[in-house]
């Protein structure tokens, strides 16, 4: 009798290539001790963008962002089986619950438009707090605060270059204008998000067009970002 099939795929593998170039581009600085959960906190922050993207009514948005929260808010041993993306969460040792105000944020941008300031500061607040969150996951608790302000400038730059209404991407541009200063340089295992946040920010420097993903321009912006940190 043969043996039963056993697949062989990582979680990792069913994962990476649902990324945008961006942040594929990001996570090939990830040290191999970082890369899942770096992975995993991206893959999860496309997992929902793209509820909100093919939910019909806000309704069905909100049911769906409520069960992430409440599977993130339970210890992984309650987890179901057979989910990649649960699976490669597990490489957070416990630590998952600090990606809650990411569900949050996303569940924000469900009102109707114009979104109130109110909720894109959420939106932004929660893409933060993961940041900080993955900091900490990977032993770098002194760098939460500089991974926080990564996140913060990412989601501002992100969200001003993809918002539809025009009053919406006016409040994240000014509120993108507002964060002064250079990026803080951050160690190896948290250069993925110095990448994020510097391409992010050149691309509504550029306003879009300029900077097409996957150009050799943008590769190389990576390249010298995933390498000096800056």
Do not use: C
Not at 23 to 39: F, H, K, Q, S, V
Not at 138 to 165: C, F, M, P, V
Request: glycine fraction near 8%; charge should be positive.
């Amino acid at each position: 009798m043969s043996e039963p099939f056993v697949p062989t795929s990582r979680p990792e593998d069913l994962l990476l290539p649902a990324l945008p170039q961006t942040m594929r581009l990001a996570l090939a600085y990830a040290p191999a001790p970082a890369r899942l959960p770096t992975l995993s906190l991206l893959a999860l922050d496309q997992r929902l963008a793209g509820l909100l993207r093919h939910s019909r009514e806000p309704m069905m948005a909100q049911i769906r962002l409520a069960w992430w929260r409440e599977t993130l808010d339970r210890d992984a041993a309650e987890w179901p089986e057979g989910e990649p993306l649960l699976a490669a969460l597990r490489s957070w040792n416990g630590a998952h619950r600090a990606l809650v105000p990411l569900v949050n944020g996303w569940e924000s941008l469900t009102g109707e438009a114009p979104l109130a300031p109110e909720a894109l500061e959420e939106m932004v607040d929660g893409r933060a707090a993961a940041f900080a969150g993955l900091a900490a996951v990977l032993g770098r608790d002194g760098e939460a605060e500089a991974a926080r302000g990564l996140g913060r400038r990412w989601a501002l730059a992100d969200l001003a270059t993809k918002l539809n209404h025009p009053g919406e991407s006016v409040v994240v541009r000014r509120l993108a204008g507002a964060e002064q200063g250079r990026s803080p340089r951050v160690s190896r295992a948290l250069r993925p998000l110095a990448v994020l946040e510097g391409l992010a920010r050149n691309t509504l420097a550029e306003n879009g067009p300029g900077n097409r993903q996957g150009s050799a321009r943008t590769v190389l912006m990576a390249m010298r970002i995933g390498l000096l940190g800056r």
